[in-house]
């Protein structure tokens, strides 16, 4: 028997797209990551798929750009994702739910799914968020903070004296010159930030993801590693979606 033709799952981030083939017993190889959405037609057009489900916080100019660019291969439905009151038995807690960043909403969709209990879902990308959620599915609320690049970004921009093209690899390290103190300060106010958290509310499991995650555990962290969180929120948010209208 011929398997069902997939749906492609987009992740769109701040540096790269990340996508992926799935149905809806999970999420099914191939997958890859992408810099620019040319780049991402030209890999994805060897492959079949039935619907698009996007995730993006790249912007409404870019998402339009990108979803144009897929038509000319296959023209299929799309399905943006979007932050809502609830979704899957989680409650977001913002007053304008659709203002959260849906990365972050999906995280918790897929982190509800794959664990029981209260956590703490920590996304560590170019920002790095902790989003708390109740044993109920409720959302406690969150923290948002710059990644160590983005905090060597600010440095430079807003001082005169500290000038760093570039991070050295991930340390802890007191460094002994400029570049290598910016380099270990980034990264100590990192792990610091999220361990705090993690210390004040040590009945919250911790699940982490994001292109960070990997430097983050080997750096001491102490959480379960779900690299794939976003892209199996996006694939229960299309299942439930396509459900709800009887798709």
């Known amino acids: 028997m011929k398997a069902p033709t997939p749906w492609l799952l987009l992740d769109v981030g701040n540096t790269a797209i990340k996508w992926r083939l799935a149905d809806a017993d999970g999420l099914r190889d ?11 037609c030209e890999t994805v057009k ?3 798929w039935k619907a698009v489900a996007l995730s993006s ?21 799309v399905w943006q994702a979007r932050a809502e009151s609830s979704c899957l038995g989680v409650v977001n807690r913002y007053a304008q739910p659709a203002r ?3 990365d972050r909403w999906l995280a918790m969709l897929g982190a509800r799914h794959a664990s029981a209990g209260p956590l703490c879902v920590i996304d560590a990308g170019t920002a790095i968020t902790l989003d708390l959620v109740a044993a109920q599915g409720r959302h406690e609320g969150g923290y948002i903070l710059p990644g160590a690049d983005l905090m060597r970004r600010a440095l430079t921009a807003d001082t005169g004296q500290i000038q760093v093209d570039a991070l050295d690899a991930p340390t802890l390290i007191p460094g ?12 100590r106010a990192v792990i610091g930030a ?13 699940l982490l993801t994001g292109g960070l995650a990997p430097v983050l555990l080997e750096m001491g962290l102490s ?20 459900d709800d209208q009887g798709s």
């Open 30 to 40: 191939p997958s890859g990551v992408a810099a620019t959405g040319a780049s991402l």
């Open 46 to 48: 060897t492959h079949e």
């Open 57 to 77: 916080v790249a912007g409404e100019m870019a998402d339009a750009a990108l979803l144009t660019a897929l038509k000319t291969i296959r023209a299929v439905p």
């Open 100 to 102: 959260m960043g849906v």
């Open 176 to 187: 002994s010159d400029t570049q290598t103190c910016v380099n270990a300060g980034g990264w």
């Open 194 to 206: 999220v361990q705090s958290v993690l210390a004040d509310y040590p009945e919250h499991r911790a």
């Open 223 to 242: 959480a379960t590693h779900h690299p794939h969180l976003v892209m199996e929120g996006l694939r229960l948010w299309l299942l439930q979606t396509l």
